[in-house]
């Protein structure tokens, strides 16, 4: 029995049950394949793009405006991040790409956008394990995450 198989098998009898998709940062890129092949197959969720309970935190703190100015502030400031971010993917710069990833996704968490977060913590751990080859894709997923992120938040604020 493959490994691939006996991942297989053991997502198929956890079911609906089975834990969230764990971060597989440094794992080989068909296991990383198969795993989210696996979990798509079984309707594994993805990060949310907002974080309902941290609007609601912040929203809470007294200033009905505060949510509103917490994601302007993100996302006036996180385009020259990003922008950092893609040439050191580029370049294949792992101190950098560890370094850009690590602010927005610390950004991102403390705005209530989770998917843009662990997006970007995916990045960071590639980064911090030398693996320049999985940067590219790992920075198009961020990008995406923030994209989608920016259409919802205007969906949801007005």
Known sequence: MTWISALSRWMKESGPKAAPVP????????????VQGLASRMGAAEPKLIDAARFAELASL???????????????????QV??????????????????AHTIKGGAAS???????ES???LEDA????????????????????SRTRVAVDDHLG
């Open 23 to 34: 971060n597989l940062a440094g794992a080989p890129d068909e296991l990383v394949a198969a």
């Open 62 to 80: 007294g200033d009905p405006s505060l949510v509103r100015h917490v994601t302007d502030t993100f996302f006036s400031t996180v385009p020259a």
């Open 83 to 100: 922008s950092k971010l893609r040439d050191a993917v580029a370049s294949g710069d792992a101190t950098a790409v560890r370094g850009f």
């Open 111 to 117: 705005a209530g956008f989770p998917a843009a977060s």
């Open 120 to 122: 970007a913590a995916a």
């Open 127 to 146: 980064a911090r394990a030398g693996e320049a080859h999985r940067f590219e894709a790992l920075f198009a997923r961020l990008d995406s995450a923030l």
